[in-house]
Nanobody
Framework: QVQLVESGGGLMQPGGSLRLSCVAS????????MGWYRQAPGGQRDLVAR???????NYADSVKGRFTISRDNAKNTVYLQMNSLKPEDTAVYYC???????????????WGQGTLVTVSS
């Protein structure tokens, strides 16, 4: 079993910054992908950013230049630094981690419970 715990959401004014964190724990042998998705009210869950094999990164066009994803391998933690926040960034943000469990060795695809980010004046 792999568990994800997210933190860092909240209310922020437009132009402000927030940092989300997601810690993965449990029977983890290796992690291949760590990422963040978001779902606005009435919308679908979309990719915000992900980091693959700790090296390659992908960002949604809407957040490029404003958001930065990073990973701490020793802590099995992924961060999302969100700067220059806009009202349209308001959503529930979900952490996603994909990898291999320790025993038995098999792939996993885990999701966090979500953390609400509200950008409003």
């Amino acid at each position: 079993q792999v568990q994800l715990v997210e933190s860092g959401g909240g209310l922020m004014q437009p132009g402000g910054s927030l940092r989300l964190s997601c810690v993965a724990s449990g029977s983890i042998f290796s992690i291949n992908v760590m990422g963040w998705y978001r779902q606005a009210p009435g919308g679908q869950r979309d990719l915000v950013a992900r980091i693959i094999s700790g090296v390659s990164t992908n960002y949604a066009d809407s957040v490029k230049g404003r958001f930065t994803i990073s990973r701490d391998n020793a802590k099995n933690t992924v961060y999302l630094q969100m700067n220059s926040l806009k009202p349209e960034d308001t959503a529930v943000y979900y952490c996603n981690v994909q990898g291999i469990t320790d025993w038995p060795r098999r792939s996993f695809d885990a999701w966090g419970q979500g953390t609400l980010v509200t950008v409003s004046s």
